[in-house]
């Protein structure tokens, strides 16, 4: 799927995502067209690791139960090195081969299947679909008792299912598998059905239902058309379910990310605990993968051995990977370009972190305003090997203290997932290097207090700043402009028409991403106390009540700030408007007359005395300007573009207002 997809044209990509295309047309409204062509060719451009099924040895156990040395199948990456949480590993029994054990997710994907339809002994259960899944399923049946009845198109595939003891329709050669399961079930209707075929075609649903008995069960394994008749269904009182890839605790958080296991005794075969059982059947010989390889590669080869996947004979396709240099497997950067030249002055920089907002954003703004772009870090590698060269930096690394402890290096961006920054910044700090921080400085207070404490200790009082772009942009810097020359007090309205995030999202994590107050409605914050130009003296905040349907509350909330001159401001954040509105509007009234700024494009002045408006080509919320003027204090040696007490001051007022909603 992901190789066709990555072959496809722009108009094919389309054709196979439209639930992506309407986002894209909803970004243009509000965005702009160039805008959102760059975040889609940004998106696009980023590299796929393929691959779920692997056995190899454990390099570091990450204080988990494996030991150093162990062999262990895990759901990682195809990769030389494989980073992969301990849930998602398994132990090898000893008289199990390597390559009859790189089979092993797979083979707990058919044995889920196998799970859910609730096979008995004796039971007549067909098989739809004998690819690689269906083909262990039919091993894992028959080793429950069953009776089992394949169908495919395949005539090499039917042969192969008929060594492995089942029975066969060939439907190349015109077999009807109707009259056939009806042969095959006396007469009865099988008891099950599980599809592990991929058509778009309904058809293998609705045979599957014209095959079973009164109440019988079908399982869906694989991808098929799904426009159901409910008359197939109504009047055997079938059940239908969709299997879920290798069992329960798939894409569970807790349990994957977290290595949160479930009671044994409450849920017996979770995923970890599948992939022990097919390594178990392995052992015992009631599973075997062996005649199920038609292809070998090294890695080396690894093309070819993906254009394979066009060849409708092909099944298990194992990829070797070469053992011979243990050291070159822990080694954690790699040079990717001619070193970087730099005079005392430059802002030589390493990036921790590459998602998209720091491989789209913050890397081009920060080349273009000449910094020397050295280190690039990611906790895998894959994107940090991707984007390096892609922009230019000198290595690619997966070890952020190597960053820490390169002299060479005197300015850190630290654009990690949000838990980290605190910590990061603390030890650049303290290594006395530069610090730019993608929003948000700190989850806790308690950080913020470290923080200030490292900055103060420093000998040299490196530079910290934080990626508030919006007050370097284009049309804020007018507004900061016009608002100099008001004596009284200021009144503002912010609203940030947020969009949805799922309450499983990292970002909506308190212990992760902060929440969004912390981690995107400190933007606000920050905006109103640099326009307002004096301390923030109180808040008043008000999230969503407990209701019914509201699995997040603090991301739907109004925020009010007061300020030592008298003003005072609201920031409305909403997360449950609609993507046809403008995502940000900022109003200030001042002065007998008003300011209003419309997603960052067009600026309007209500009664502002020699100002009408002020209207950009495109939207520019000050990344760029952000960016530039950082560097620029370092080269130039000026002050860091937003004091450290500023900073401090909109990072804890960001945390005491999330801290109340809670």
């Given at each position: 799927?992901?190789?066709?997809?990555?072959?496809?044209?722009?108009?094919?990509?389309?054709?196979?995502?439209?639930?992506?295309?309407?986002?894209?047309?909803?970004?243009?409204?509000?965005?702009?067209?160039?805008?959102?062509?760059?975040?889609?060719?940004?998106?696009?451009?980023?590299?796929?690791?393929?691959?779920?099924?692997?056995?190899?040895?454990?390099?570091?156990?990450?204080?988990?139960?494996?030991?150093?040395?162990?062999?262990?199948?895990?759901?990682?990456?195809?990769?030389?090195?494989?980073?992969?949480?301990?849930?998602?590993?398994?132990?090898?029994?000893?008289?199990?081969?390597?390559?009859?054990?790189?089979?092993?997710?797979?083979?707990a994907i058919a044995l889920q299947g196998v799970r859910l339809v609730q096979p008995t002994l004796g039971e007549c259960v067909v098989v739809t679909g004998l690819g690689l899944i269906g083909l262990v399923t039919i091993q894992l049946l028959k080793a429950n008792g069953c009776r089992v009845l394949g169908i495919d198109f395949d005539s090499s595939k039917c042969d192969l299912a008929r060594q492995l003891g089942a029975e066969t329709v060939d439907l190349s050669k015109g077999e009807d598998p109707i009259k056939a399961a009806e042969a095959f079930s006396r007469g009865r209707g099988v008891d099950a059905v599980i599809i592990t075929a991929s058509t778009k075609s309904n058809e293998p649903v609705?045979?599957?239902?014209?095959?079973?008995?009164?109440?019988?069960?079908?399982?869906?394994?694989?991808?098929?058309?799904?426009?159901?008749?409910?008359?197939?269904?109504?009047?055997?009182?079938?059940?239908?379910?969709?299997?879920?890839?290798?069992?329960?605790?798939?894409?569970?958080?807790?349990?994957?990310?977290?290595?949160?296991?479930?009671?044994?005794?409450?849920?017996?075969?979770?995923?970890?605990?599948?992939?022990?059982?097919?390594?178990?059947?392995?052992?015992?010989?009631?599973?075997?993968?062996?005649?199920?390889?038609?292809?070998?590669?090294?890695?080396?080869?690894?093309?070819?051995?993906?254009?394979?996947?066009?060849?409708?004979?092909?099944?298990?396709?194992?990829?070797?990977?070469?053992?011979?240099?243990?050291?070159?497997?822990?080694?954690?950067?790699?040079?990717?370009?001619?070193?970087?030249?730099?005079?005392?002055?430059?802002?030589?920089?390493?990036?921790?972190?590459?998602?998209?907002?720091?491989?789209?954003?913050?890397?081009?703004?920060?080349?273009?305003?000449?910094?020397?772009?050295?280190?690039?870090?990611?906790?895998?590698?894959?994107?940090?090997?991707?984007?390096?060269?892609?922009?230019?930096?000198?290595?690619?690394?997966?070890?952020?203290?190597?960053?820490?402890?390169?002299?060479?290096?005197?300015?850190?961006?630290?654009?990690?997932?949000?838990?980290?920054?605190?910590?990061?910044?603390?030890?650049?700090?303290?290594?006395?290097?530069?610090?730019?921080?993608?929003?948000?400085?700190?989850?806790?207070?308690?950080?913020?207090?470290?923080?200030?404490?490292?900055?103060?200790?420093?000998?040299?009082?490196?530079?910290?700043?934080?990626?508030?772009?919006?007050?370097?942009?284009?049309?804020?810097?007018?507004?900061?402009?016009?608002?100099?020359?008001?004596?009284?007090?200021?009144?503002?309205?912010?609203?940030?028409?947020?969009?949805?995030?799922?309450?499983?999202?990292?970002?909506?994590?308190?212990?992760?991403?902060?929440?969004?107050?912390?981690?995107?409605?400190?933007?606000?914050?920050?905006?109103?106390?640099?326009?307002?130009?004096?301390?923030?003296?109180?808040?008043?905040?008000?999230?969503?009540?407990?209701?019914?349907?509201?699995?997040?509350?603090?991301?739907?909330?109004?925020?009010?700030?007061?300020?030592?001159?008298?003003?005072?401001?609201?920031?409305?954040?909403?997360?449950?408007?609609?993507?046809?509105?403008?995502?940000?509007?900022?109003?200030?009234?001042?002065?007998?007359?008003?300011?209003?700024?419309?997603?960052?494009?067009?600026?309007?002045?209500?009664?502002?005395?020699?100002?009408?408006?002020?209207?950009?080509?495109?939207?520019?919320?000050?990344?760029?300007?952000?960016?530039?003027?950082?560097?620029?204090?370092?080269?130039?040696?000026?002050?860091?573009?937003?004091?450290?007490?500023?900073?401090?001051?909109?990072?804890?007022?960001?945390?005491?207002?999330?801290?109340?909603?809670?």
């Amino acid at each position: 799927m992901l190789i066709d997809f990555g072959k496809a044209n722009w108009l094919d990509k389309a054709r196979q995502q439209p639930d992506k295309v309407k986002m894209v047309l909803d970004k243009v409204k509000t965005d702009g067209l160039m805008p959102t062509v760059d975040a889609v060719r940004s998106k696009l451009d980023q590299p796929l690791p393929l691959g779920y099924c692997n056995v190899g040895t454990v390099l570091d156990n990450g204080n988990s139960e494996f030991e150093v040395g162990t062999r262990v199948v895990s759901n990682g990456n195809h990769a030389e090195v494989v980073r992969v949480p301990k849930n998602l590993c398994a132990k090898v029994p000893d008289n199990v081969d390597d390559e009859s054990a790189s089979f092993t997710v797979l083979g707990a994907i058919a044995l889920q299947g196998v799970r859910l339809v609730q096979p008995t002994l004796g039971e007549c259960v067909v098989v739809t679909g004998l690819g690689l899944i269906g083909l262990v399923t039919i091993q894992l049946l028959k080793a429950n008792g069953c009776r089992v009845l394949g169908i495919d198109f395949d005539s090499s595939k039917c042969d192969l299912a008929r060594q492995l003891g089942a029975e066969t329709v060939d439907l190349s050669k015109g077999e009807d598998p109707i009259k056939a399961a009806e042969a095959f079930s006396r007469g009865r209707g099988v008891d099950a059905v599980i599809i592990t075929a991929s058509t778009k075609s309904n058809e293998p649903v609705s045979q599957a239902a014209t095959m079973c008995r009164k109440r019988g069960r079908i399982v869906l394994v694989g991808v098929v058309g799904l426009e159901l008749s409910r008359a197939d269904f109504f009047e055997k009182e079938l059940t239908f379910q969709v299997s879920c890839s290798y069992g329960p605790g798939r894409y569970d958080t807790e349990y994957e990310d977290k290595g949160n296991d479930y009671p044994v005794g409450f849920v017996r075969w979770t995923e970890q605990r599948n992939f022990e059982a097919v390594l178990d059947m392995m052992s015992t010989g009631a599973l075997d993968v062996k005649p199920l390889i038609t292809h070998r590669f090294s890695i080396n080869d690894a093309l070819e051995a993906y254009q394979c996947l066009d060849d409708r004979s092909s099944l298990g396709i194992v990829l070797d990977y070469p053992n011979d240099n243990v050291e070159s497997l822990t080694q954690r950067s790699v040079n990717l370009n001619v070193g970087v030249s730099h005079s005392a002055s430059d802002a030589v920089c390493a990036f921790v972190g590459a998602g998209n907002y720091a491989s789209r954003v913050l890397m081009p703004a920060f080349k273009s305003a000449g910094a020397k772009l050295d280190t690039v870090v990611t906790s895998a590698g894959v994107s940090a090997v991707h984007h390096g060269d892609k922009q230019g930096f000198a290595k690619a690394s997966t070890d952020f203290n190597e960053v820490i402890s390169d002299s060479a290096v005197n300015t850190v961006v630290i654009a990690t997932q949000h838990n980290l920054h605190a910590e990061q910044t603390i030890a650049a700090l303290k290594a006395e290097k530069h610090v730019f921080v993608e929003k948000p400085l700190a989850l806790k207070e308690s950080e913020i207090d470290e923080i200030e404490a490292a900055y103060n200790s420093s000998e040299t009082l490196p530079k910290v700043m934080v990626g508030y772009n919006r007050r370097f942009a284009p049309n804020v810097l007018k507004m900061k402009e016009l608002l100099s020359s008001v004596k009284g007090p200021k009144t503002f309205i912010m609203t940030m028409n947020a969009g949805d995030i799922p309450a499983e999202h990292w970002t909506q994590d308190p212990n992760v991403g902060g929440g969004r107050i912390i981690g995107e409605a400190c933007h606000y914050i920050d905006l109103m106390r640099h326009l307002a130009g004096c301390k923030i003296t109180g808040f008043n905040a008000m999230c969503m009540g407990d209701a019914p349907g509201v699995a997040v509350r603090e991301d739907k909330a109004s925020i009010t700030l007061s300020f030592e001159d008298g003003s005072i401001g609201t920031i409305h954040y909403f997360a449950n408007g609609g993507k046809a509105f403008p995502k940000e509007r900022i109003e200030v009234f001042a002065n007998d007359a008003v300011l209003q700024l419309d997603n960052f494009r067009k600026l309007i002045g209500f009664g502002w005395k020699g100002f009408t408006k002020q209207k950009l080509m495109s939207q520019d919320k000050g990344q760029d300007n952000c960016s530039k003027a950082f560097i620029e204090s370092i080269q130039q040696g000026k002050p860091s573009p937003i004091s450290f007490d500023e900073i401090i001051e909109v990072a804890r007022v960001s945390c005491q207002v999330a801290e109340s909603f809670r």
